[in-house]
């Protein structure tokens, strides 16, 4: 019994009449924990209850603790008939078992119910009081740390990161049960939610085990998905980092940038690798025995040729080749490479042949036996200085199975039950989950091995199901990371690696090649690094990682977005999945193309956090690639686009091609103009500085049959080598073109980018517009073409972003950042984007000042904002006085500081408003000083009600500009359905869905207040399921959200009890602030 | 091909002061799109008319859906559904109670009842409101009736702290509070002059100084109802009228202060004893509740007509009532100063504001 679990309903107000004759409710509550329930008095006749109940008490196991969701039921009561439900509200005790983080849950939760929306409020204050166990053997993780956040977070410090946990669990669907049939939706909808929150609570205490068990004490960049199989079950599975991460001290905040190695002892006991013979990178990591570069000699010490299937010998950058790479698995092949991919049942074989030639090849160079259960990944986007030496370039894998529900064993009441792999001919050996995923990273492992990486980071994993096929994908970027950073005590590793403890500057090291230039695992252009000059980079990099805040970088950045319809034929089972994974290298391909031609268009030369998404759906495949292009100085400058008719002679050709020519020109210069790229002109020719301009530019080739033959023979034709040729052969190719300029750039004072922040833009101000926007598109004409459905397509995402800039045109001069869309086929003919990011505005003096302080303006009036919108005389509610003061003393934010930013913001938007200006007079009457007590002034008695409603802010960044985050309250992961049977009177589907949005994030805000919060960083909307039957009036969404709760106050601020600062994020706050 | 659904949810509400104004009026969304089309909203941000449709679905939607919030205005503040800043707050609440001052002017000491609401598409046709915006204006006009009705303490007060409103706005709603609790008749063609500020400023007159909450801020609808034992008190006025010699007396006092100072002086002289009857006939008849309904157009038939037919200016008009109120005092025999003073007090204001050059 090692915890104890207490509760108190204290109140409810705003509750729906439930009582016709009386216009009133008769309500009470039932708490739930487990399998214990208590409840309340009836509280007749009110719409505002006031049940101020005991402490209810639960006595449980911290496993349980973990795992379940304390439930809240608001009924009416019913002396003849049933008791009605009013509705539920789920917390998430694990923020409270965590002794960093929230104390005390206590606040108002919306009431929400599956079917009517939130309908009212209830104050609970919850508390958990844990015993100490000390029982080794324990099922429980209490007290590792989760964040969603991608990078160290702020006021952390990484003691040591120990490497990549993951984790799946399995169930039946309830929607899928027979038992359905007979339940109502409502009943169906709270058994779903509630074990979708029973599972990812169990989920996360089994990855906090193996954390634990890795000497840890944390998970950062903690990613959790469900894949909804229908009727063959729900998987939620889990991926992350596991660090040991320390609280600043106030008075470390030198030395963060070099990350002292001292491990905490506890670590070194419990690690289970202490004797230092198994690194995290255990493979890949040398012994001080092990040759000097073994990486780089990697690829020539291993006698087998180099994991990746030779598909497009033409494409020359190295993500291209990356993306060559992740064709391989979707012929099922594991990495296998070339063999057929009619070689199904010879599968595991050759995979086993694969690895062990992998093994030995690690082997022979470190003489370390690969842990083949270890996966070097990351999860983490951006790392504290000197963290990422070398980056190769992205790295990803695909495949495709098929969800059996013929052959399924286990329906029933197993908790894991097997699915089939279509690919596994015989059926008798049918693979688990953990199975394909596993055969996925050892092929993304594979492939940063191939390019002379000994990790991947920026991981990440992700499926697209459409009926029984399911597409799941792993990308990441391949990198050499620090070993200092990963593994104390691993002696000497650094010093025997001559590329640890490589001099080359910080602003350019991560461009430099890691894999050895004689022996390139892809044909890329190299030259020596344009800041440098000591060691060659590539002439295009892209990556899945935020951009290093020390990188250096001319002008400003932008999103660059392929987009791509591929049509299918309808098909059932193993033809489809065929089908599907024959069409997929070309799709890769094809986005490819596109992001490469986007980027010379919009002269720049990498791209960082790219994302490719690839979606099934019964009659198509949708592909959506987003990135954040920027000019790395380090890197050669882009050569031009050369536009080539395949039928010279015909003078009106000829014409057209030039007129397209000099449109792409010019919209190369202009892009130039506009993101501010003028890179420093080379007049030395030195030794590293290679090939002139005009040669120095790649080919690639639009055109379907991509032999070696016809790559010469136009070589010949047009007499210009390396010109990166576009060329007009049919129609496809024009509209291509087309395309390419199509993209609107956005309207003066926006900037886009889906990485945290954009380059060249420091001085954010504290104003801040999350969002999130679904559009969802009925094709019409059944018989469409590949090139109309991708205009659709593309049209689709193009006019979303122009929305975005007319909606947000208030917040200019702003930048659109994260930018995350996600695609979905939610039903033939439909195609679904949701996008989730933020507007963030900055200071239109681009004073290259990294560090604004604002405060300085702010007039003494302003900053006195009350954030207890004082209670008016006549509501009468004996509101305890405890409500506020629940909040416990150590997490003590004064209301100026929580709501002076929001005054900042709101002086901000009223200078920056053109039009419909905001009336900021009543503000300032509402500014009426309140630090003597609380004094309820007829003033402000206008914003009455019986409480205040603290603003919390979202955003899906991991900081919030101008604040500093002081506490970490815990993660929020939330999981909510709605359904309704009347559609039309909710305002159709846009209505519907409309409200159900704003519920979520009124239920996150109303979550983080509880916790004593301000704001939610790294917030992302993971899935957004839409499913619609107009006709019978009905529709049901899903909804999964996640982030970290924080409280954050002004950096300007000074506060003396909460004096860490976040130096260790120094790479990330320089860019933020 | 056809855009299915379109939403745009931002964690602080997004709200567009203009859309809101174009929801309020009672445009359709359609109707909105041309009017921001026209105001030159395509200039902004490359915006095309797709992006504006949506941008107005979108708008009207959240307005919709906080129209509940908005009906009590007291949620909008602690709701959880929608972050808007408290100055957003008010502003939207503040609009949304704001009316047109031509709808309410036919409205105006209307019963706020079903079949006053059955005719607003004629009113509606009348004034170019649209029938949207009637109904808006029209239920905020009977819940704030419905919810003052039973509180006590001060009326402007009372409105001010359950809807949030602004001093100005509370007081006209004061205003049209106690025109429909009194019924007071404003739709005679002889009173089409008249604005609706003309009647709000009178009807705070008649607030502050005529209902019982003007002696005893204690009881029950003390703003809404005039006070009775006053109304009794009016009566004992009469004796100015009836009685030759008072009346005689009056005359040559108000007469002497004025002779000289006003052009009119000689209309003045020979309509004194027909608009000094005027005046406090009115006076003795508002016991009887259909009189106080003709209160307004007893004052423009007895009184500022005959005036405005001798072409008075407003000037005269002061300086006639000033001296008329305060010759009282000096007459012997008269020995109700303060009944007097609290009726003339309201007249002469009133008509000074319903006098018109």
């Known amino acids: 019994m090692p915890g104890k679990l207490k509760a108190k309903i204290v109140a409810g107000r705003h509750l729906p009449v439930m009582d016709r004759a009386s216009d009133l409710t008769d309500a009470f509550v039932e708490v739930k924990f487990g399998n214990t329930t208590f409840k309340t008095d009836v509280f007749p006749k009110s719409l505002n209850p006031q049940w101020n109940s005991e402490w209810f008490k639960f006595e449980v196991d911290d496993e349980d603790l973990q795992d379940e969701p304390l439930q809240i039921t608001v009924l009416d009561h019913d002396t003849y008939s049933a008791n009605d439900a009013i509705g539920k509200v789920y917390i998430d005790i694990d923020p409270l078992l965590c002794t960093e983080a929230a104390s005390i849950i206590s606040g108002w939760f919306p009431i929400y119910d599956t079917i009517h929306g939130i309908r009212g409020e209830i104050n609970v204050l919850v508390k958990v009081e844990l015993f100490n166990d000390l029982n080794r053997f324990r099922q429980s993780s209490c007290g590792v740390k989760f964040f969603c956040t991608t990078s160290i977070p702020r006021g952390y410090r990484a003691a040591m990161v120990h490497g990549f946990v993951e984790e799946l669990v399995v169930n039946e669907d309830p929607e899928y049960q027979w038992i359905d049939r007979i339940r109502t939706p409502r009943a169906s909808n709270e058994a779903r939610q509630r074990l979708i929150s029973l599972m990812s609570g169990e989920l996360q205490r089994k990855i906090g085990l193996k954390v634990l068990e890795m000497g840890g004490n944390a998970v950062v960049g903690y990613l959790q998905c469900f894949d909804l199989e229908g009727e063959s079950g729900l998987v939620v599975r889990a991926i992350g980092t596991a660090c040991t991460l320390e609280k600043q001290s106030s008075g470390s905040l030198v030395n963060t940038h070099t990350h002292p190695n001292t491990a905490p002892a506890s670590n070194a006991c419990n690690s289970p690798s202490k004797d230092g013979k198994e690194p995290v990178f255990g493979e890949d990591l040398p012994s001080s025995s092990g040759p000097p570069t073994p990486f780089r000699n990697l690829p020539t010490s291993s006698s087998s040729p180099p994991p990746f299937s030779p598909f497009k010998p033409c494409s020359r950058q190295s993500s291209s080749s990356d993306t060559d790479l992740s064709l391989t698995p979707k012929t099922g092949m594991g990495s296998g490479g070339s063999a057929g991919k009619e070689a199904g049942p010879l599968k595991t074989l050759l995979r086993q042949q694969t690895q062990t030639a992998l093994e030995q090849r690690g082997a022979s160079s470190s003489g370390l036996l690969l842990n083949a259960r270890e996966f070097p990944f990351f999860t983490l986007t951006s790392f504290p200085p000197g963290f990422l030496v070398h980056v190769g370039g992205v790295v990803s894998a695909r495949s495709v199975k098929l969800l059996d529900r013929i052959h399924n064993p286990a329906l029933g009441n197993t908790r894991s039950y097997k699915l089939l792999d279509w690919n596994s001919v015989t059926a008798d050996e049918p693979e688990t989950r953990d199975a394909w995923w596993e055969e996925i990273r050892q092929e993304i492992k594979s492939h940063a091995k191939a390019l002379g990486c000994h990790a991947v980071v920026g991981y990440s994993e992700n499926t697209s199901i459409c009926e029984e096929v399911c597409i799941l994908s792993a990308s990441g970027t391949a990198a050499i990371l620090n070993p200092r950073y990963m593994r104390e005590g691993c002696l000497d590793i650094g010093s025997t690696d001559q590329r640890f403890d490589d001099p080359s500057p910080p602003s350019c090291g991560f461009c430099h090649i890691p894999y050895d230039e004689l022996n390139m695992p892809f044909p890329a252009q190299l030259t020596y690094c344009y800041n440098c000059r000591r060691q060659k980079v590539p002439d295009v990099l892209f990556t899945t990682i935020d951009l290093p805040a020390e990188a250096a970088v001319t002008g400003k950045g932008c999103l660059i977005q392929a987009r791509l319809c591929r049509l299918k034929k309808k098909a059932q089972g193993e033809v489809n999945a065929t089908a599907i994974s024959n069409l997929l290298p070309f799709m890769e391909y094809e986005l490819h193309t596109q992001l490469m031609n986007k980027l010379k268009l919009r002269s720049m030369n990498a791209l960082f956090g790219l994302h490719i998404q690839i979606s099934v759906g019964e009659n198509m495949l949708l592909g959506l690639a987003s990135a954040t292009g920027v000019y790395l100085t380090a890197l050669p400058a882009p050569g031009g686009i050369q536009i080539a008719g395949k039928t010279s002679g015909d003078l009106n050709n000829e014409q057209h091609i030039q007129a397209i020519q000099k449109r792409i020109n010019d919209t190369i210069a202009k892009n130039k103009e506009l993101y501010q790229i003028n890179p420093p002109e080379l007049t030395e020719e030195g030794v590293g500085s290679p090939i002139p301009e005009p040669r120095h530019r790649s080919r690639l080739f639009r055109s379907h049959s991509e032999s070696s033959d016809e790559v010469s023979e136009l070589d010949l034709s047009h007499g210009k080598k390396d010109a990166f040729v576009l060329e007009i052969d049919d129609t496809d190719a024009v509209e291509d073109i087309h395309s390419l300029l199509i993209d609107a750039s956005p309207p003066t004072g926006f900037y886009t980018c889906n990485t945290e922040t954009m380059p060249g833009i420091y001085n954010w101000t504290t104003a801040v517009q999350m969002f999130t926007s679904v559009r969802v598109l009925r094709l019409s004409n059944a018989n469409l073409s590949n090139q109309s459905l991708n205009k659709i397509f593309t049209d689709l995402c193009e006019n979303l972003l122009k929305s975005f800039y007319f909606k947000l045109r208030s917040n200019i001069p702003c930048c659109l950042c994260h930018l995350n869309f996600t695609v979905a086929v939610p039903e033939e003919e439909l195609i679904q984007v949701s996008v989730t990011a933020v507007a963030m505005t900055f200071d239109k003096d681009q004073t290259q000042e990294r560090f604004i302080t604002k405060g300085g303006i702010e007039t003494e009036e302003q900053l006195q904002f009350p954030l207890e919108l004082c209670a008016d005389s006549s509501s009468t509610n004996a509101q305890p006085s405890s409500k506020f003061s629940g909040v416990p003393e150590n997490t003590i934010v004064s209301p100026r500081d929580r709501c002076s930013t929001w005054l900042e913001l709101l002086r901000l938007k009223a200078h920056t408003i053109r039009r419909g200006s905001v009336k900021t007079i009543s503000s300032l009457e509402h500014c009426s000083p309140l630090t003597e007590g609380r004094p309820r002034s007829l003033r402000s008695s206008r914003s009455f009600g019986g409480s205040s409603v603290t603003m919390v802010k979202m955003t899906p960044l991991s900081f919030l500009p101008g604040t500093r985050i002081i506490k970490y309250l815990g993660i929020i992961n939330m999981f909510f359905i709605r359904e309704t049977t009347s559609l039309r009177e909710e305002g159709g589907v846009s209505g519907f869905l409309h409200s159900f949005i704003a519920e979520v994030f009124a239920m996150v805000r109303a979550h983080v207040a509880a916790l004593g919060g301000n704001a939610v960083v790294s917030y992302s909307m993971k899935d957004c399921v839409l499913m619609e039957n107009p006709n019978k009036n009905q529709a049901q969404c899903l909804i999964n959200v996640s982030g970290d709760a924080v409280i954050c106050v002004r950096e300007t601020d000074q506060e003396p009890m909460t004096s860490m600062t976040n130096i260790g994020q120094t790479c990330a706050a320089d860019g933020a602030t | 091909m056809a855009v299915e659904l379109d939403v745009f949810v931002g964690n602080t509400t997004i709200m567009d002061e203009e859309v809101y104004q174009l929801w309020l009026d009672g445009y359709t969304v359609n109707d909105a799109v041309k009017v921001r089309m026209a105001g030159g909203m395509l200039d902004e941000c490359e915006a095309n008319q797709d992006v504006l449709l949506s941008d107005t679905m979108d708008q009207y939607r959240t307005f919709q859906m906080c129209e509940r919030l908005l009906q009590s205005p007291a949620k909008l503040a602690n709701q959880l559904l929608f972050q808007i800043p408290p100055h957003r707050q008010t502003m939207l609440i503040e609009r949304y109670y704001a009316f047109d001052d031509v709808f309410v002017r036919e409205v105006l000491g209307k019963k706020l009842s079903k079949g006053t609401k059955k005719d607003l598409d004629d009113i509606g046709a009348k004034t170019g409101v649209t029938l949207k915006s009637c109904r808006r204006q029209f239920d905020n006009f009977k ?93 004992e006025l009469k004796i100015l009228i009836t009685d030759k010699d008072l009346l005689d007396q009056h005359k040559s006092l108000v007469c002497t202060a004025l002779r000289g100072k006003t052009k009119a002086f000689a209309e003045m002289e020979a309509n004194f004893k027909n608009l000094s009857r005027g005046l406090v006939n009115i006076a003795t008849k508002l016991t009887n509740t259909k009189d106080v309904r003709d209160f307004f157009i007893d004052l423009v038939e007895k009184f500022i007509e005959p005036c405005r037919s001798d072409r008075w200016t407003s000037a005269d008009i002061k300086l006639y009532l000033t001296h008329y109120t305060n010759s009282a005092h000096i007459l012997d025999s008269f020995k109700h100063q303060a009944v007097w003073d609290r009726y003339m007090g309201v007249i002469k204001s009133c008509i000074y504001k319903m006098y018109h050059d």
């Open chain 2, 143 to 235: 819940r704030v009736f419905k919810v003052v009705e039973e509180l006590k303490g001060p009326l402007v007060e009372n409105i001010r702290q359950h809807f949030l409103l602004s001093d100005k706005l509370a007081r006209d709603y004061a205003a049209i509070v106690f025109f429909a609790n009194n019924r007071f008749e404003t739709g005679k063609k002889k009173l089409q002059y008249l604005t609706f500020q003309d009647f709000a400023f009178c009807a705070g007159q008649l607030i502050n100084n005529w209902t019982v909450g003007a002696v005893d801020n204690t009881v029950e609808d003390m703003d809404v109802d005039l006070d009775k034992e006053f109304l009794q008190e009016l009566k």
